[in-house]
RNA sequence: GGUCCGGUAGUUCAGCUGGUUAGAAUGCAUGCCUGUCACGCAUGAGGUCGCGAGUUCGAAUCUCGUCCGGACCGCCA
């Protein structure tokens, strides 16, 4: 028997039984007359002791342990002369009256420890090693837990999981396909899924009325810190439900998880925003709301003054920072140089201070007298110390840089608490997106994402204009999960492809299955993905998923610790038939 | 496709405007130590300064290129 006990669970109650653990090495600590030796496993660390006087020959074995030897020991449970009440197996410790050794190890390349001397590079080539730390162990734990969380409460509610294939079909829409060569089929390959869209509208057709899974999709495009090649959905999909509906049963997934998992419970329901005001607001589609300081157009108010870049701007707005009148000459410079940083891509930052004394100091005196700068302040109920923040320039451009500025001032001022919750629904998002380099509509969502039945008459007219019966999930700036009610109508569906530029004969290349499928009654339905990894990282308190994967990619899409990817041989590639270009 | 930051001992880092034998901490090894828990003390080993070229009397230091890692913009229905 290896072991009687895990390393993490011994304490007071269990003095005076024999018991027989099995872990790591952690550290050794060798007193001359006695050794320490703290043995780990995931559930803890308890602490051997070995005496000279008990029992010299197996002190002498103890002491010649390394850092992360495999060992089994067997004992008594004893209580510490010196406790520590740092641990939860501190009161107590094991007199060693067996030890076996089960396996050595190679001195690894960095401390197993939960603040490790290790940098990233080191520790991602060493997964395995660094897994074994207990600030990994956690977030893989919290990982767990969601998930099964995630099932416990859609299963509760008759959601039932189906596997979908993840040998499937190349679409030009969307994202680039990770794509696999078919060996049977030479020359033709198979596409890995961005997501099961398809799949699960057609579970919806088969009468699966309510369905999920947790469900890995891949993407070829390039990463971050919070975007992988292949990631984790939460990809749900109900039948005969409008977007009240959903928007509901989500939310009670999503006040299931935070209690579950945070203890956190939110009074009301989630606060609901249309996309254009989330824009207007915020300067982005996931604004962070754990904070105010909304952005507030002034153009009327300060265009035609004779101030050259508000007269020649389409756009004028600006955030109104509480007691930001503080700010020194140093702070407004840095955050000039932010928002001229080619990320951001202003040209300048105005700024009005409203100062204690009364008076009111800007960077342009010299066009707005005291009067004019008093009545912007009103506009953003502004306070004496209160400061304004104002940005000028093409209107979208300009949203966007002012959504930056907030959560740069934001972050600087700690309004982005960590333990602090804020979630938000965007809706009405527009159902497409004009691109001027091909000159053509894309889908915002995806192609099957419905439009608002008033806003359909627009889709002859007015196609950039028609708004969606999409939705995002945002948690404190973070998108953590989005959605849509579908098209069920065949031929809407068929439109849709239309205006997306398909000829009928691309579309029934791409989507005749589908196209077939739609007119074999099809009920509503509509459905959400939640991003897993993002979702976790989130809960743990990173903004980095890859502490949240247990082996995951780096930033160029290659796992390091695997070395992939890599060429294959001339005979795989010549069974595929593919011909690499050098 | 683009921008920025980094690469020096096993590890994390310092090393200024170029100038003696490239340092610290930690880890490791050895010795001492009977209540440690980041044990302590002493001694010691450990370096192609990512790689290549250039400038220079002289390069870890400056320049260019390249490789690797990280962050971001574009991209991500």
Redesign the pocket.
């Given at each position: 028997m290896y072991r009687s006990h895990t390393c993490g669970e011994l304490n007071i109650s269990n003095i005076g039984s024999e018991v027989t653990l099995s872990g790591w090495v952690q550290?050794i600590?060798?007193?001359?007359?006695?050794t320490?030796v703290?043995l780990r496993d995931r559930y803890g660390i308890t602490?051997l002791?070995f005496?000279?006087?008990a029992n010299a020959d197996l002190c002498l074995r103890a002491r010649e342990l390394?850092?992360e030897y495999v060992v089994s020991v067997r004992g008594k449970v004893c209580e510490?002369?010196?406790?520590?009440p740092?641990?939860p197996t501190?009161e107590i410790?094991i007199e060693v009256e067996r030890l076996d050794l089960l396996n050595t190890s190679e001195?690894p390349?960095?401390?197993i420890e939960d603040e490790t001397?290790?940098?990233?590079?080191?520790r991602?080539k060493y997964r395995y090693l660094d897994l074994r730390r207990g600030a990994l162990q956690k977030n893989l734990y919290l990982r767990h837990r969601m998930a099964s969380e995630v099932r416990f409460y859609l299963n509760s509610m008759d959601f039932m999981e189906v596997e979908t294939p993840f040998l499937i079909k190349s679409t030009p829409?969307?994202?680039?396909d990770y794509v696999v060569p078919s060996r049977l089929n030479p020359g033709e390959f198979y596409a890995l899924p961005?997501?099961p869209?398809m799949f699960k509208q057609l579970l919806m057709i088969s009468g699966y009325d309510k369905y999920y899974q947790i469900v890995k999709c891949f993407?070829d495009?390039?990463?971050?810190?919070?975007?992988q090649p292949e990631f984790t959905q939460v990809d749900c999909e109900m039948s005969f439900v409008e977007q009240e509906d959903l928007l509901k049963t989500f939310e009670g997934l999503t006040k299931h998880l935070f209690m579950k998992l945070k203890g956190h419970e939110f009074s009301g329901p989630f606060p609901c925003t249309p996309y254009r005001q989330a824009i207007d607001s915020y300067g982005t589609d996931k604004p962070d709301i754990r904070f105010g300081m909304k952005i507030r157009e002034i153009t009327p108010a300060v265009k035609g003054e004779g101030f050259a870049i508000f007269d020649n701007a389409e756009y004028i707005g600006g955030i109104c920072v509480r007691q930001g009148a503080s700010f020194t000459r140093k702070e407004t410079d840095q955050l000039t140089s932010f928002v001229k940083k080619?990320?951001i891509g202003a040209k300048g930052l105005v700024y009005v201070k409203f100062k204690e004394d009364g008076s009111v100091s800007s960077s342009v005196d010299k066009f707005f007298g005291e009067e004019k700068l008093k009545s912007l302040m009103d506009q953003f109920n502004a306070g004496t110390g209160d400061m304004l923040l104002i940005l000028a320039g093409e209107r979208r451009k300009t949203l966007k840089a002012l959504g930056e500025l907030r959560l740069e001032v934001a972050g600087r001022l700690g309004l982005r608490k960590d333990g602090e919750f804020a979630p938000l629904w965007v809706v009405d998002f527009p159902l497409l997106?004009w691109d001027d380099e091909t000159q053509r509509y894309?889908?915002?969502?995806?192609?099957f994402t419905s439009p608002k039945d008033e806003d359909i008459p627009l889709l002859d007219t007015d196609p950039g204009n028609v708004r969606a019966n999409a939705y995002d999930l945002v948690i404190n700036g973070v998108e953590i999960g989005g959605g849509s009610v579908r098209i069920h109508n065949s031929q809407l569906q068929q439109k849709m492809f239309e205006i997306l530029g398909f000829t009928p004969r691309q579309a029934r290349e791409q989507f005749g299955f589908f196209m077939d499928a739609l007119r074999y009654g099809t009920p509503p339905h509509g459905g959400i993905a939640f991003g897993f990894d993002r979702w976790v990282a989130l809960f743990g308190g990173s903004?980095?998923i890859?502490d949240y994967i247990a082996f995951p990619k780096?930033?160029?899409g290659?796992d390091?610790m695997i070395n992939t990817p890599s060429p294959i041989s001339q005979e795989q590639l010549k069974e595929l038939k593919i011909k690499v270009e050098k």
């Open positions: 550290r600590r060798n007193l001359g007359g006695m320490f703290d602490q002791v005496n000279m006087d390394g850092r510490r002369s010196n406790k520590n740092k641990m501190g410790e001195l390349p960095f401390t001397d290790g940098g990233d590079e080191l991602m829409e969307g994202a680039r961005q997501s869209q993407r495009e390039d990463l971050r810190a919070d975007r080619p990320q997106e894309y889908s915002m969502h995806h192609p903004e980095s890859r780096n930033n160029a290659r390091v």
